[in-house]
């Protein structure tokens, strides 16, 4: 599976100066979104196809905090152990519904064609109110080039992704622009 192979040079890949410098730019902008959270110490967040784990080291510290990822490659190099990891697909997560009071959903959105169960999923498992922290590659030229690094992707204009997940049940708290990505803010309203 194409995931359990990069999960080889995944961190490696990531700690190269020009994708470092570019990842380091997304995850404080991911921080800069967390601070439009309410304070809340018993949050119960699910870091949807968390990789190697690099959103879950971006959490406050005293969150309850599930990692899925469908690689079990992936999940191996993601070695915080006070965290728990579960290997399966984004798309039937075997959770209750009305779990969650926060998930994250980075980089996984350009990889998935069905963007509507996606979200349809993501709203099941969260509560009413909770929020969903969720980014696109969007359609800007910076993203063609990655077609020439061999990634079967799903460039997605932003403006068409408020309308996905408006008619999906979430309204949105604040949004950032980055490089490679739009990241949205959003509150489940229904
Ligand atoms: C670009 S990585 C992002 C990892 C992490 N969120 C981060 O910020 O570094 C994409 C991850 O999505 C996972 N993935 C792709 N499709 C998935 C699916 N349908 N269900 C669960 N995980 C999936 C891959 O295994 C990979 O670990």
């Known amino acids: 599976m194409f995931w359990d192979f990069k999960s080889k040079f995944y961190d490696f890949a990531r ?14 902008a991911i921080k800069n979104l967390l601070f439009f ?6 949050f119960k967040v699910l870091d949807v196809a968390t990789g190697t784990g690099n959103v879950l080291k971006l959490l406050p510290k005293n969150y309850f905090a ?6 079990f490659s992936m999940l191996k190099k993601a070695k915080n ?4 990891f579960v290997n ?11 779990s969650f009071n926060l998930l994250t959903c980075v980089g996984l959105v350009e990889y998935v064609f069905d963007v509507e169960a996606l979200l349809k999923e993501l709203n099941r498992v969260l509560i009413k109110n909770g929020f969903l922290l969720i980014t696109i590659s969007h359609t800007r030229k910076l993203n063609f080039f990655r077609f020439f690094l061999g990634e079967k992707i799903f460039l997605r204009n932003p403006l068409i992704f408020e309308k996905n997940f408006k008619e999906n049940g979430f309204k949105l ?12 803010l959003l509150e489940k309203e229904t």
């Open 88 to 98: 399966c697909d984004t798309l039937r997560l075997p959770f209750s519904s009305s």
């Open 37 to 42: 959270l309410p304070e809340r110490p018993d």
């Open 81 to 84: 152990t006070e965290k728990t």
């Open 66 to 71: 599930v990692g899925i990822d469908k690689s």
């Open 173 to 184: 708290v604040a949004k950032n622009t980055t490089l490679l990505q739009t990241q949205f």
């Open 15 to 28: 700690n190269t100066l020009v994708i470092g410098w570019i990842l380091g730019e997304e995850n404080q």
